[in-house]
């Protein structure tokens, strides 16, 4: 059997064989990028064991949600008997300033080098500060806010 | 001996259940308990949150440029909208006319009706938002606190419609752009969903006063356990006449006003 114009085709078929399984080879080298330990700048173990919170902690964050909000009970014991505020707040004091590599970076930046990855939609941060106290930043568009309210003294 | 299906099967599953116990959420159950048995600490506690304003006190504090309001919504992270439609309030001021409907006299205390006083919450005893809640976003404590969990809020608004006292408000719009300062104690809230006065309820479980009862410069607020015959509430309720926003209703406003 003669193959006919085999130097056009068998590279137009290589071509097509890499193009059609792009998708396999982008999610085999997404997988290492995709599954990084969230930054703990502080050098402070997490309040749970590591492999805990990363099987539970959005359960974890659930159940304190709950209780703050509707059973009023704020302090969570850790099982190695640590006392933490059950708060957001809690998270991002390690979470919320700077990464592994020392860059400033946000909670909703560091949880979202996961959640992007699973396509798990986070709305925390609507509400909730991403950033420790002193790096809060008024959301964009408010200069102009600012500007209207200037005349007025704000106690 | 020997074993049923029945047996088998159960042995089967209370095997399976102990090898994942360790990341199961019995784990978490076991793990959180120790938070029951903590001491309360410095949480201020009541079997019935109430305030009581007195008015005289209130309308004679001319310039305190509204610090109840100011205080309340810088702690909160309130947005000022800038509107009337979109506005967002937790304890506002209000002409009495407005909030007193029928119980204000002809002569004695008429001049009540053009004087504007604090609004917020009532905090009701019997609250109409609450029972008409799809989702149980808002609830009542054991302390009487009628709260809000934005969580749980899906903004349908009937809380809204239920309340007699226009205390809850909506967010049409993300507030953040609508806030001169955040308080990063305290969350913000986001587009589409209820918000309103909670009585302070973080503030009271790091044992500190409402926000707006600290900041009145007149001391007009009081704010004390119901229930506790030695409260400085009781003594002033036992002592002044007060009254009520719209009583008739029938539900037992916590907020009541010294004329």
Not at chain 1, 15 to 26: D, E, G, K, S
Not at chain 2, 55 to 67: I, S
Not at chain 2, 81 to 98: F, L, P, Q, S, T
Not at chain 2, 157 to 166: D, E, I, L, S
């Amino acid at each position: 059997m003669k193959l006919y114009n085999a130097r056009y085709i068998l590279p137009a078929l290589g071509v097509f064989l890499v193009a059609v399984t792009f998708p396999v080879w982008r999610g085999v080298a997404a997988r290492d990028a995709g599954f990084k330990s969230p930054p703990n700048p502080n050098g402070e173990r997490c309040i749970e064991p590591k492999s805990f919170m990363r099987a539970q902690h959005m359960r974890l964050l659930g159940r304190w949600r709950d209780e703050v909000v509707r059973e009023d009970r704020r302090v969570y014991i850790a099982k190695d008997g640590r006392a933490w505020e059950k708060s957001l707040k809690t998270c991002v004091a390690c979470h919320g300033h700077t990464d592994a590599l020392g860059k400033s970076t946000t909670a909703a930046a560091a949880c979202s080098e996961c959640h992007s990855y699973v396509n798990a939609k986070l709305d925390c941060w609507n509400c909730h500060h991403d950033s420790a106290p002193a790096d809060i930043k008024l959301a964009a568009g408010n200069a102009t806010a600012n500007q209207t309210a200037s005349g007025e003294e704000p106690r | 001996m020997k074993i049923s299906r029945r047996t088998a099967l159960k042995l089967s599953l209370l095997t399976g259940f102990s090898l994942t116990r360790k990341h199961s959420l019995f784990a978490i159950v076991a793990s959180a308990r120790p938070s029951d048995l903590l001491p309360p600490g410095a949480a201020l506690k009541a079997g019935r949150w109430v305030m009581v304003i007195d008015l005289k006190k209130c309308v004679a504090a001319k310039d305190c440029h509204d610090a109840c309001v100011h205080a309340c919504h810088d702690t909160h992270n309130v947005p000022d909208m800038g509107n009337k439609k979109d506005e967002v309030k937790w304890i506002w001021r209000e002409e009495g006319a407005h909030l007193f409907p029928d119980q204000l006299g002809e002569y004695r205390g008429a001049e009540l009706a053009h004087q504007t006083v604090p609004a917020l919450c009532n905090h009701c005893a019997n609250p109409p938002c609450t029972r008409v809640c799809p989702t149980g976003a808002t609830f009542k404590r054991g302390d009487g606190i009628v709260v809000m969990d934005p969580h749980r809020c899906i903004g349908c608004r009937f809380c809204m419609a239920a309340c007699p006292y226009g205390s809850r408000s909506f967010n049409w719009k993300d507030p953040r752009p609508y806030l001169k300062k955040i308080n990063p104690d305290y969350p913000t809230r986001t587009k589409g969903v209820v918000e309103k006065c909670t009585f302070c309820d973080e503030r009271l479980a790091q044992g500190k006063l409402p926000a707006c009862v600290t900041a009145c410069p007149a001391e007009a607020m009081a704010f004390g356990d119901l229930k506790d015959e030695k409260s400085l509430v009781v003594k002033l309720l036992r002592e002044n006449f007060s009254i009520r926003r719209k009583p008739e209703l029938g539900t037992e406003p916590a907020v009541y006003y010294l004329v």
